[in-house]
RNA sequence: GGUGCUAUCGUCUAGGGGUCUAGGACAACGGCCUCUCACGCCGUAAACCGGGGUUCGAAUCCCCGUAGCACUACCA
């Protein structure tokens, strides 16, 4: 029976969403929609103590952002019309959708209780009343201490405790956990979609904590396996740290009786850090000055800014399509794509098996290439967001089909907007100093008597375009036999202020007669 | 330490026994374009972790080693 194709992404809301869950993310979005199934979130939030608050809204926004389409769970708005079920807000937390929630795990206390009853009764697993301190004392006194078949007899629980003293051991408050009790000597197979089979041997698996009595709450495992069976999801796609317990959720499914639907298993490659070893994490970001997030975020918990993809000037299509590459590749040499051609052309099984570096430096062509696609009325906004406020007025000034012609002549040279106004300052404030590096090239002993006398000549052009000026400009050169680079360039440099920029017509253009001739006058001045 | 996963240019990767004197992209370098700087275009340099097998033939399959990574919590 074809079981209709849903994903999840499941991520815990325990701070900003990393870049690598993002990716996570993505490829889940990309296989529902090419499968015409659902794409589900849900929020995993069994550890109270890490919870951070705005952390869910953060989730979803980025994924908004980013254009990863939510069909079910949280973050998930009604539709024009809709018939589903909703669920209102709960204490200003984002709305959320579906048939099978609630899809915070927060809220499926009730649900869960009744799964670790059916584990409890059928014996597959147990009470166990050893405190995290005693456990502690056990590692430090054994090497290698592992809960499980070896040990569970020497340890403080219900299957060496008598029912009597289990059940009074509960009724006066004593917290306790519950664990999953693993047959030892048992080769678990799993078959993963990229890896392929991976065999694990249960003897090295320990009995899992599945629920813990101090706060009421199940584990990611034991609520992982709920949910995922509860929520009909077809497809587990989540990063490679998941593999060895792969294992551990198989025997979950079986425990319950839940073989036949269990979800079949995709471990995602990590990413890596891109100098040296290890995972990418939130610290290399700040180490090596890129962002590791989509969005900046500030923790309310610690007080910390992170900076983000969008806040840096990213353009949401070069972050996915950017993301898409890493760890998968096009069956053509194909590198641009839009979300709609990585729907139709991901594939699992282009998933690469190793862990890919972050390289950063190809992020920024992607957006190169992106930025390329708007116009500079379309990035108007962005482009004046960067505008330092003391130069705000001088900018406005020019009027906004200018700036957007402006940005249009620039934007090729850039990697981002922000970068813009470094390239085109010039354009709307003069120099106020001239580089020397420039000057020392291209500012030459004669250039201020050629400046003079350019200065004459423009003063007596009236119509200001770039035909007639090039054209007066050149023929008076051609005829003084001075020589195009060295006058052009010198008139560069009383313009720009350095040996940079467009071609000078279009620069003269924008500047306007008036300008133009100040700027002259102000470098002959100068730099006599 | 134990278990698992992985291993092609600096980086992301193509490759799934002969078409590999190993392809593409980023970055680097050089050239062209040109009034400058960029963009763009063209080009150069750059890799199959090591050792054994299997085979007529191995980057591709197997084994061993090595290295990297992940996991090894009452975190996810």
Redesign the pocket.
């Known amino acids: 029976m074809e079981r209709k194709v849903r994903v999840r992404f499941?991520?815990?809301p325990t701070g900003a969403l990393h870049i690598g869950g993002v990716r996570t993310a993505l490829y889940n979005y990309l296989f529902a929609r090419q499968h015409g199934g659902d794409m589900l979130l849900r929020i995993?939030d069994?550890?109270s103590a890490?919870f951070v608050p705005g952390a869910e809204e953060y989730i979803i926004e980025a994924l908004q952002w980013l254009g990863i389409g939510i069909d079910e769970g949280i973050g998930c708005q009604p539709a024009e019309g809709s018939t589903r079920e909703w669920e209102q807000p709960k204490e200003g937390l984002p709305m959320q959708a579906g048939p099978h929630g609630p899809y915070r795990q927060s809220e499926r206390r009730e649900i869960y209780h009744q799964y670790v009853d059916q584990l409890l009764n059928s014996g597959h697993a147990y009470i166990a009343f050893?405190?995290?301190e005693e456990?502690e004392a056990k590692?430090n006194e054994i090497s290698?201490f592992?809960?499980d078949a070896r040990t569970r007899m020497q340890m403080v629980n219900s299957l060496t405790l008598s029912k009597e003293e289990v059940d009074a051991r509960i009724a006066r408050g004593d917290?306790y956990?519950v664990r999953f009790k693993i047959e030892p000597n048992e080769d678990v197979h799993v078959h993963d979609l990229i890896?392929?089979e991976?065999?694990?041997?249960s003897s090295?698996l320990?009995d899992k904590?599945l629920y813990?009595s101090?706060d009421d709450?199940p584990?990611?495992?034991l609520a992982n396996i709920v949910d995922d069976h509860l929520m009909e999801v077809t497809h587990v796609i989540r990063g490679?740290?998941?593999?060895?317990?792969a294992p551990l959720h198989v025997l979950l499914y079986r425990a319950f009786g839940w073989e036949e639907t269990m979800p079949q298993f995709a471990h995602l490659?990590?990413l890596?850090k891109?100098d040296g070893?290890?995972?990418l994490s939130k610290r290399d970001g700040d180490r090596l000055g890129f962002p590791v997030f989509p969005l900046e975020f500030h923790n309310q918990k610690d007080g910390t800014v992170s900076s983000g993809y969008r806040e840096s000037g990213y353009l949401p299509e070069a972050v996915i399509n950017f993301l898409a590459?890493?760890?998968w590749?096009a069956?053509s040499?194909q590198?641009i794509f839009s979300m709609q051609e990585l729907i139709e052309q991901f594939s699992l099984?282009?998933v690469?098996?190793?862990?890919?570096?972050f390289?950063y430096?190809?992020g920024?062509?992607f957006n190169?290439q992106y930025l390329q696609n708007y116009t500079g009325a379309q990035l108007l906004p962005q482009f004046l967001a960067a505008v330092p406020a003391e130069h705000k007025e001088a900018v406005l000034e020019k009027g906004e089909n200018v700036i957007a012609h402006v940005i249009d002549l620039m934007k090729?040279?850039v990697n981002f907007v922000p970068e813009l106004w470094d390239q085109a300052a010039f354009f709307f404030v003069a120099p106020a100093a001239y580089d020397e590096k420039?000057l020392k090239k291209?500012w030459k002993e004669e250039s201020p008597a050629h400046m003079r006398e350019l200065y004459a000549i423009l003063e007596g052009i009236n119509e200001w375009n770039a035909e007639t000026l090039d054209k007066i400009v050149m023929e008076w050169i051609a005829q003084k036999e001075y020589g195009?680079?060295l006058v052009?360039?010198a008139?560069?440099i009383t313009l720009v202020g350095a040996?940079?920029?467009?071609?000078?017509?279009e620069i003269t253009n924008v500047l306007g007669k008036e300008e133009t001739l100040r700027r002259l006058q102000t470098a002959i001045e100068r730099l006599a």
Request: charged share 35%; net charge positive; glycine share 8%.
């Open positions: 499941a991520p815990s995993e069994t550890d890490r050893d405190t995290p456990l590692r290698n592992q809960y917290k956990v890896r392929g991976v065999v694990i041997n090295i320990d904590v813990k101090a709450l584990t990611y495992h490679e740290e998941w593999l060895p317990s490659p990590l890596l891109p070893n290890g995972k590459l890493l760890g590749h069956a040499d590198e099984d282009r690469s098996k190793s862990g890919a570096k390289d430096e190809k920024k062509w190169h090729e040279r420039s291209r195009v680079g052009m360039n008139f560069r040996a940079r920029g467009p071609h000078i017509w």
